[in-house]
């Protein structure tokens, strides 16, 4: 019997991985783990929607074999193409040669190059439907929601939207899959590595997303399930997903939380004092701040932070008359993930020649970013330069509050 059924005739597979360390190669998942959900119906015709890894076939062929034998499937629906969903299509076509592969147009030209598949393959356009015999599904394009091939499911029968990588989240399933299943403090967990999946892997096409999420609003549609290919389901409150990620999309636009993300980077600690002094400073205001060590945590863990609050605090030396290099590494990863309206102050050590200013005033604009101000010492601060820094972290804090 199946573990998970949404409605009668309505499943989902759910595998988890708890072997991959960094997610598309980048992003650690390592203590969190990651799921990969595909969903069968069965009607009279027969649906697999979304595959899983190739590493995890056995598992994956099991458990559809656990629903009906794979040879009595009539459609793989390929909403997204990526290897962590589509990675298995080669194997199932060589089981099952006679299923037809439904995706976008240029999903059909994607999986030639990706996976040789050219045969039996079926494009369908936006707004298109499909009979199964008692349910109709429904398909959506929603190109960069990851991929430009990238298309939703709905199932009019029962309400689901099967939304692929939108509205998903890191995190291996801890047992519950439904939303009213997950325990209250599991909840932290799941909302937060929902937020560092979507600001890792999606927040980029903010803009697809919004235009996604309203193509389905003026559609009329009725979402009572969002199944999403990555974390829990959403079923009780479908809608709880759906306003974190409007609210999400908004940060990109300057809609963010008034909140102070600290990065910094010492390497004798010179720096790590004045921050401590800084930080003192905003706390003082009362905003929230968020601390990270860039030559420590992984940047998939600061992404988020930079992304949700206002300003940014960027504390790090001089380092080879340029700026400390992770310090580059990190704001470079934010220009690529599109952070935008930001504010930022800077302060650091500049050791005996100084260098680190100029490539911080480079680095902000080209990220499009506001320079409110900056201070630095040489080589370790004095007393009264940390009290400086205090007044420099509670004037940037007051800043942030009234902005
Ligand atoms: Fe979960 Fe873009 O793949």
Redesign the pocket.
């Known amino acids: 019997m199946p573990k998970y059924v949404i409605k009668p005739n309505v499943y989902c597979i759910s595998i988890n991985d708890r072997t991959t360390d960094l997610f598309e190669g980048l992003w650690p998942v390592t203590e969190e783990g990651v799921s990969y959900n595909s969903y069968m119906i069965v009607d009279e015709k027969k649906v697999l929607i979304d595959l899983s890894k190739a590493f995890k076939g056995d598992e994956f062929f099991d458990a559809v074999e656990e629903i009906i034998p794979i040879s009595e499937l009539d459609y793989v629906i390929m909403n997204?193409l990526?290897p962590?969903?589509g990675g298995l299509v080669t194997t199932m076509r060589r089981i099952n040669p006679n299923l037809t592969i439904l995706c976008t147009d240029k999903a059909k030209e994607m999986l030639a190059t990706f996976y040789n598949i050219t045969d039996n393959v079926q494009a369908v356009s936006d707004g298109e439907t499909l009979d199964l015999g008692t349910k109709t599904l429904q398909f959506f394009h929603a190109p960069f929601v990851?991929?430009p091939e990238t298309m939703v499911t709905y199932d009019t029968a029962d309400n689901i939207l099967f939304a692929c990588?939108a509205f998903?989240g890191y995190g291996a399933i801890r047992g519950a899959i439904f939303d009213d299943e997950i325990k209250e403090e599991e909840w932290e967990f799941y909302i937060r590595e929902s937020l560092r999946y979507y600001v890792n892997?999606v927040a980029k096409f903010s803009g697809q997303v919004n235009k996604a999420i309203k193509k389905l609003v003026d559609a009329g549609l009725k979402i009572d399930v969002i199944a999403p290919?990555?974390g829990i389901i959403w079923r009780k409150n479908p809608g709880q997903i759906i306003e974190l990620y409007q609210k999400w999309a908004g940060y990109m636009l300057g809609e963010t939380e008034p909140g102070i993300t600290v990065l910094y980077a010492s390497m004798y600690g010179n720096t790590e004092a004045m921050m401590n002094a800084v930080v003192q400073g905003i706390s003082e205001v009362g905003v929230p701040v968020e601390v990270f060590d860039v030559a420590r945590i992984n940047v998939s863990y600061i992404l988020p932070a930079l992304w949700s609050n206002k300003g940014i605090m960027i504390g790090a030396p001089t380092y080879e008359a340029g700026l400390f290099p992770l310090m580059v590494y990190v704001l470079d990863m934010a220009k690529r993930k599109r952070i935008l309206n930001k504010k930022v102050a800077r302060f650091g050590s500049k050791g005996w020649s100084g260098g680190a200013q100029k490539e911080v005033e480079e680095l902000v604009e080209r990220n499009r970013w506001e320079l409110t101000d900056y201070f630095e010492f040489t080589g370790h601060a004095t007393k009264e330069e940390l009290t400086k820094g205090e007044e420099f972290g509670k004037k940037f804090a007051q800043l942030i509050k009234s902005s």
Do not use: L, R
């Open positions: 997204h990526e962590d969903h990851h991929w990588d998903g892997i290919s990555h």
